[in-house]
């Protein structure tokens, strides 16, 4: 199956349904445990912001599927009521998966183009994935490429010459 996301967004979803999917640090720890318990992964890292809750895996078992994670994902969020769930999921895997982790490490899919608090989030949620021992080889691989390819992005583009955060454009929009 190999590397694998599950992706709640601003792109798809609704505040009142990302909502229910923004666990705490706690939580986000024993879901991810629960994913390699549960066999449904073997490495698991899992970024929970107020604009997504993405949870990448890696697998390689082919009985390994989105439905076990989707499952486990709304059992969590005790969301299993959800109206139309697939509305609202996105399930990428292979090149899409690791596409999509690099443009969210670079702020290239957040709410405001390049927004630089994300890079620090996926380094958090990285880091909490190796100290819950639920990423390794693969996963830990991937992050760290991501993680150095945003850095790259961000020295050499104009997107770091700007201050951008949801927080700046809504204090320069109350000034102006």
Not at 17 to 39: G, I, S, T, Y
Not at 141 to 170: G, H, P, Q
């Amino acid at each position: 199956m190999g590397i694998s996301l599950i992706s709640i967004s601003h792109q798809h979803a609704p505040l009142s349904v990302r909502e229910l999917f923004a666990f705490p640090e706690n939580v986000q720890v024993d879901l991810m445990k629960q994913m390699l318990e549960r066999k449904s992964a073997q490495e698991c890292i899992l970024i929970s912001t107020c604009n997504r809750t993405e949870v990448y895996t890696y697998s390689d078992r082919e009985e390994s599927s989105f439905t076990d994670m989707q499952n486990l994902l709304l059992e969590f969020a005790e969301a299993s009521e959800v109206e139309n769930i697939g509305d609202y999921v996105r399930f990428y895997s292979g090149t899409k998966a690791i596409r999509h982790l690099f443009r969210v490490a670079a702020g290239l899919d957040s709410m405001v183009m390049g927004e630089d608090q994300i890079l620090g989030q996926v380094k958090r949620s990285h880091e909490q994935a190796r100290q819950a021992g639920t990423c390794e080889v693969y996963l830990n691989t991937l992050f760290r490429y991501a993680v150095t390819a945003a850095k790259k992005v961000k020295t050499e583009t104009d997107l770091s010459r700007t201050t951008v955060s949801m927080a700046t454009m809504a204090v320069k929009s109350m000034v102006t």
